[in-house]
Each structure stands twice: as C-alpha cells, then as structure tokens.
Antibody
Framework: QLQLQESGPGLVKPSETLSLTCTVS??????????WGWIRQPPGKGLEWIGS???????YYNPSLKSRVTISVDTSKNQFSLRLSSVTAADTAVYYC??????????????WGQGTLVTVSS | QSALTQEASVSGTVGQKVTLSCTGN????????VGWYQQISHGAPKTVMF??SLPSGIPDRFSGSKSGTTASLTISGLQPEDEADYYC???????????FGGGTKLTVL
C-alpha cells in the first residue's frame, strides 16, 4: 500500500523559508505513471493547491504562490520537497503531500499523507 | 472566494440518500473530471471519488456524476461514519491551477 509522509519544522519565523519533505513508501516516485503534489489547509479553512511535479522535474505551481514556491524531487531517496519563501502568518497551515491518479496534471489525487502543521510565528 | 461553489452544510438521517453539489464553469468542471475528498474531524483528506471511479475500499453507496458545469456526489444509505467535510476539486485551464470548492459539512442526524 502506498504511503506518503510529510516531515519538516513545525515552526518557521516570518520572512524565512518553509521547507518540507514528502517521503514515499510502497511505490516509486520515479514511476512514469504519476504526478505528485502539495496542498495546504489553513486552520478552520478549506484546501488550497500549492503545486505539483513529475519525476522528471516538470512542475506546475498555483499562480497565487508561484513567485515563492519551489517543488523538487530526489528520486534516489524517493522523496519530493516543498520550499516556500518569505513566509507570513497567512502561510500557517497543515501541509499535505499527495499523489495524482495519473501522469497528467489535470487528474485528481488518490493517496494523501497525514499532513503536518506548520506555524509561522516569531 | 472559491472557484467551485459547494453548499456550506447538508444534513440527512441514517439510511437516507443525500446529494452534494459542486458548481463551476466551462473552464473547470465543464472540461475536466472532478474529485471528491472526505475529511473527518479535521484529519487528512481521503479520496472518495475521482471522475466516475470509486477508489479501492470506498463503499459503493458513494457515487459521482456530472452534468454540464455541476458535479454531484451522492451517498445512498447514509451512515453515521459519513459525517465529515467534503471537498470537490478539478483542474481549471484558464487559471492553470487545481481548484477546490469551499467544502460542505455533512451532518448525519
């Protein structure tokens, strides 16, 4: 069974860079069959797509976050990562990683990680 | 303001059939398949439908459909464990972004 696990600091200072990693087990991130994505959920609010990537490095980002976001892949570790720069309190959220159901950015997610809360505060 | 519009809340009794809706436009729902995600007590989302496909392990009382720019998730034979927040999502080619609805809180009375 595929599993995704987010990891990274739970507290980030304003103006600094948030960095998270998603470790994939039970499947290969190098599979040509899937895109992989990051989604976040501020406390008490709905879901927001951050961006997604293919194992080859091809990426798509939410236009509202594009200037601050970088998603990258490390196939040797079966991981993909999120970096969000110049964070503010508005970036406080639970961050989820997930797998798309196919090798197409337009298809839905099927598997999700359990999520990790990141708080932006000094 | 979400790109996709969902009811804020829906309620039903055990055994009842309920339908949740998700309304978009020709740039999103009108052009792409829709996914539905269940979130129980602020836990991790769980996919209950993508397109017309039921993920493994999801009971067949869940079904999805789409007509024009509106997608629907129907739960036939509502169970207490179905009480959750439900989000719809799809791709929007004009925004070049994946968009989500604001979520529907389903209460089982």
């Amino acid at each position: 069974q595929l599993q995704l696990q987010e990891s990274g600091p739970g507290l980030v200072k304003p103006s600094e860079t948030l960095s998270l990693t998603c470790t994939v087990s039970g499947g290969s991130i190098s599979s040509s069959s899937y895109y992989w994505g990051w989604i976040r959920q501020p406390p008490g609010k709905g879901l927001e797509w951050i961006g997604s990537l293919y194992y080859s490095g091809n990426t798509y980002y939410n236009p509202s976050l594009k200037s601050r976001v970088t998603i990258s892949v490390d196939t040797s570790k079966n991981q993909f990562s999120l970096r969000l720069s110049s964070v503010t309190a508005a970036d406080t959220a639970v961050y989820y990683c997930a797998r798309h159901v196919g090798a197409d950015i337009a298809v839905e997610f099927d598997f999700w990680g359990q999520g990790t809360l990141v708080t932006v505060s000094s | 303001q979400s790109a996709l519009t969902q009811e804020a809340s829906v309620s039903g009794t055990v055994g009842q059939k309920v339908t949740l809706s998700c309304t978009g436009n020709s740039n999103n729902i009108g052009s792409y398949a829709v996914g539905w995600y269940q979130q129980i007590s602020h836990g991790a989302p769980k996919t209950v439908m993508f397109g017309n496909s039921l993920p493994s392990g999801i009971p067949d009382r869940f079904s999805g459909s789409k007509s024009g720019t509106t997608a629907s998730l129907t739960i036939s034979g509502l169970q207490p464990e179905d009480e959750a927040d439900y989000y719809c999502s799809t791709w929007d080619y004009s925004l070049s972004a994946r968009v989500f609805g604001g979520g529907t809180k389903l209460t089982v009375l």
